[in-house]
Structure formats: C-alpha cells, structure tokens
C-alpha cells in the first residue's frame, strides 16, 4: 500500500470514530481507495464440487435489503460481464450507506427467455422498497384446473434455469486486491453442511456490515433449482419381435408436483397448486436388426421441472409403486408417471425424489437426501418393458450406471 493510502485511511478511520463528518462530506480524492461493498458470486453446490458460475449462468441480479428487510439497492450482471471468474458487483457509500448492516440476495437465469414460448420463472416483490418476504419466483401454469388445484406446466419449450441464494460469506480485505475496479476478485471458500433434521449449516451469514472508509468483500453462493430428466422407454427380451417395438405416442409421461412457487429463502412457499409437468420434447430411435440381432425401438422424453424437495425422506412408503388416482392425492412428494396412451393406464407411479436419490453412488451417499437432490440437476432413468410392464430400472448419473430392480406392487397403506 502507498503513503498516500495509508494516509487517507489513516483520516478515514479518525473521522468515522469521532463522527465529526459523515462519508458523503469528505472532499478527499479517494480514487486509489476500494471503499463500500463488493460482491462475488459461486455455483460450486453442484454434484462435480466446481465452481461453474461463469460457464453456467447468463444473468444475474443482485438484490440488498437494509436492517428492516426493505430492499434498497439492486444491481444486474449479464452477458460479458460474466465471461469471466471473479465477476463482481460493487456499490458505492453513496448508494449503500456505511456503519449499518445489509442483507444479500440473488437471482440468477441462463438467459433471458421472457421474450420466447413456454413457461417462465416471473419475479415479484422485487421492487426498492419492498419488503424481502414480499419476493416470490413463480413459475407459469395454466389459470384452467385439470382438477381441483390442479394446473398445466407449458412444454412448449425448456424451461430457463434458475439459480437462488444459499448463504453469504464475507472473506477478509487482505484477500483481495488494493486497487478500485480490479477486473475479478477472489470469492470466499463456501462450506455447506445438511445436518440429520434436514437444515443446512454453512460458514455464512446472514447480515454483511459496511464499514466507513472501509472495503467489504462477500461472496454470495447460489444453489440451482431447475432439474432435467431424461427418460428412456425400451422393450427387451419379447418371444414375438414386434413387442420389442416401442413408440414414444404410445405412452404418456408426467411429473406432479406442488412446486409452483419459491420464497425469498427458496423455500416452497404455495403447496395448494398442483403442477403437472410433460416433456417439452420426445421422439423415437429404431434399430433393424438381423436372424441373430433382434430388432427394436426405444421412447425418449425430456422434462424440466422447478426445486425438487423431498418431503419426509425417512417414510419406508416412498418405496411402493403408486398405481391409480388415489394413490397420487395420497403421495407427499413429487410423482412420476408413465400411462398407456390408449386407456390412461398407469404402468408405473412412484416417488420421484426416491427415485432419483436411489442413485447415489457409494460417496455420495454421505449427502442428505435433499443435499443430494439439490446438487444434481441432470438425470436420466431407463425403464425396461416386458409384456407392457416395468420390469427394471436404470438410473444413468453421469458414467454411472445403477440398476433399481422394480416390481409392481399395490399400495395398501395410507400417507399420513
């Protein structure tokens, strides 16, 4: 640090102490001195423990509430700014006033798709001013019931990404550069812990304070809440050939859900609306066959879908299949369902986040369940047929392969 530094730091921390002046009246040139608060930003809660940030999101805004939880400041990055580890966000003492203590929050999408089809995450409560539990993300669905409480998610298109906030952490000045505008900032080291009751421990908090004359360095991490799930549909082992043939039109696929909304704390936060969730794409793959290579064709479908939260994990009912109308009003969690076009036949129904959370391999299973769900966004199940029924199940995680033997089986007992 120069002399002329050390001086005017010097000043700065005497006036601040004795409160002679406040930090807008000072008429130093503090062009060399990083003063107010600045923001860096991970996304290292994903199953690979990397940061992706900068190869992920596509836009970003930052959100700052004063100590009665009103917002008061809001910033955007987007585009280029984000080409770049160690993006940051920085606001003056003019616009976030030092010697008080700010809470952060941000929002983050892959792109901007409010312009295109399909359904979109729209942000309320987003306002200078408003209250932070008056913001809510909520996804489109259909204002016509397909039941009681029960709507439509549009596939017309993928659904953009969205990531939310998981915790804050402050690192210390020395950490960072001296000089104003470096082009990146180092963010802090984000520790995450799921305890046994299903809350989240981390090395955050839940305030930053601001320090007149002072720079304040954070790092906000940011958890991804959309999920994509690829489904295969494939008959083997058929005595006649053309039981091997299987069509994407000849089944259907569906996710239920009570997911539509999330709070400021990415919380589910309107579990009355019942979300229905069908693949934005699918199609069919063939393969001709030879006398000693059987012929044969498989259904493919692709979904997106908002948070998935496992709902009471430790319930040994997540287990049995769920195969009719009643079952589903009784299920707690997510369902996933594939019917028989034709008749609406459910040929297989069951408890989605158990599913998927089945896929854990041998270290991961040192996760909580949610933990688990959470980090992963990228699933793919493979469901074997036999005479039109489930046979097995293969969850494909990565170069993972784990095999979920299935068996149909009625479920006689009630979720309470």
């Known amino acids: 640090m120069n002399v002329r530094l050390i001086l005017h730091r010097s000043l700065l921390a005497a006036l601040c102490a004795v409160a002679l002046s406040s930090c807008d009246m000072m008429t130093e040139d503090l062009d060399d001195c990083p003063t107010g608060l600045y923001v860096t930003f991970v996304y290292d809660y994903n199953i690979q423990r990397a940061d992706m940030f900068k190869d992920h999101v596509g836009g970003l805004t930052l959100y700052v509430y004063d100590e009665s939880d009103r917002m008061v400041a809001s910033k955007t990055l987007a ?8 993006s940051y966000i920085h606001f003056t003492e003019q616009e976030l006033a030092p010697d008080h203590s700010y809470r952060l929050m941000a929002v983050a ?19 200078i001013g408003d209250q932070r539990n008056q913001f809510f993300v909520t996804l489109d669905h259909s204002t016509t019931r397909l039941q009681a409480n029960h709507y439509y998610v ?21 950490a960072q550069p001296l000089e104003v505008n470096p082009a990146s900032l180092t963010p802090a080291k984000c520790e995450y812990s799921w305890q046994r009751d299903g809350t989240i421990t981390s090395n955050g908090q839940e305030t930053v304070s601001l320090v007149c004359g002072e720079p304040t360095y954070a790092t906000v991490a940011l958890i991804r809440d959309t999920k994509h799930l690829n489904i295969t549909l494939r008959s083997i082992d058929n005595e006649k050939a053309e039981d091997n043939m299987v069509e994407d039109k000849d089944y259907t696929v569906e996710i239920i859900d009570n997911n539509s909304q999330l709070d400021c704390r990415n919380d589910l936060s309107n579990p009355a609306d019942t979300l229905s969730y069908t693949p934005y794409q699918q199609w069919t793959t063939s393969f001709i066959g030879t006398d000693q290579v059987a012929t044969e064709s498989a259904a493919h479908y692709d979904l997106m879908f908002n948070r998935l939260v496992y709902k009471n994990a430790s319930v040994t009912d997540d287990q049995y299949a769920i195969l009719d109308e009643a079952d589903i009003a009784k299920a707690r969690n997510a369902v996933l369902l594939i019917r028989k076009q034709d008749k609406g036949e459910i040929i297989f129904g069951m408890n989605l986040p158990y599913i998927l959370s089945s896929g854990r391999t041998y270290q991961e299973r040192y996760y909580h369940y949610q933990e688990y769900l ?18 097995d199940i293969e969850l494909y995680l990565g170069t993972e392969v784990h095999i979920i033997p299935w068996a149909i089986r009625r479920q006689n007992e009630t979720l309470e």
């Open 109 to 127: 999408f892959q792109s901007d798709v409010l312009s295109t089809t399909g359904a979109k995450y729209r942000l309320s409560g987003n306002n």
């Open 154 to 174: 549009s596939n017309a298109a993928p659904l953009d990404t969205l990531w939310h906030t998981l915790t804050t952490v402050v690192s210390p000045a020395e």
């Open 79 to 86: 585009g280029s700014q984000l080409s770049h580890y160690g």
């Open 374 to 391: 959470d980090r992963e966004y990228d699933y793919r199940l493979q469901f074997i047929l036999k005479g039109g029924r489930v046979e």
